[in-house]
């Protein structure tokens, strides 16, 4: 389906008359119909493999440690006065994501540059066959508590297939916690075995009941994390976990990426970052991606679960990807 787009300067978004139908299509195919648009005008980069192959590709020391130390400083600085520098604001939830505040906005304008190499923006591009754009940020404390819980058991991300994370880890050592991943054909076979987008009460912390007397056990990647250190992955199409520090919190950086018909870098400069920490946590599947700033769509329904479609299950990009 093609749908009638508009210019606004270097950007490019949905014409009005077209937003009704879009916003009727159901979630996936409207995401995936958005990706064929965004191929369409593109001109990505190409020849990276890594995370269209496994679902993730680590950077070891993506910032400097000094530049990790000062923005876990500021993290601390801002949950000092919102609450929750010391331990979880809502029982058994163990992240305080911090709110928007003009330093975070001061440090992603000098950060994002650097974060976003050109080997990440190959990976991104070659991964979805299209430019991407920064979606939101979030900065957020994990601390220690008993029991995990929601992402820290293995779930897929319930998003548009495209989006990207880069997760950038600002505390080290592994009491501080880190975050384990299986690769797609894993991901896949669990799939299979019923293991998926699961509620948050379904979820498990142990995958051996899913793959037992199923073939080889799946291969668990938890790298050991240093501040600093980053993991590009593509989180509707892996399973992952964040691993619960066991002494001193950890914080991370998290850039959310969605595909987009325009590189980046032009958003970045014409639009700024003053709208990616946001109040509270976006649901960007039930969003309109064509329009700018992929907005909530206030009709669709929040948090009823619907069984995805098989393709999305499989972890492919749109119903003709493989
Ligand atoms: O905080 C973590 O380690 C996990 C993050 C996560 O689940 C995500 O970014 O989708
Ligand atoms: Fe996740």
Redesign the pocket.
Known sequence: MDFKLLRHGRLISAHPEAVPDIESLPPWERHSAYLRICRQIGSPATGAHRLAKTGYVSYPGLITLERARSQSKLIGQILAKQGGADGPTSPGEA?VSASPDPRFDAALRELIPELITDDIVTEIESALGAHFRIDFASFYR?HSIAEPQG??LW?R?LAPMSQV?L?VYLTDGPER???SYLNRTDTRRAAQNGYHFLPIGKRAGDLGPIFANRGDPPTVFTPVISAGDAILFS?PRVL????LPTGAPRD?L?LIFQASPVPWRIEFEDVGVGHLVLPSSKNTLHTNPFLPMHPNIATETDGVYDLPPPWVLEGRLTESDQ
């Open positions: 992240n994990s992402s820290f779930h991300d994370h997760l916690g880190g975050t989180a992952h976990r964040g691993v991370a998290l």
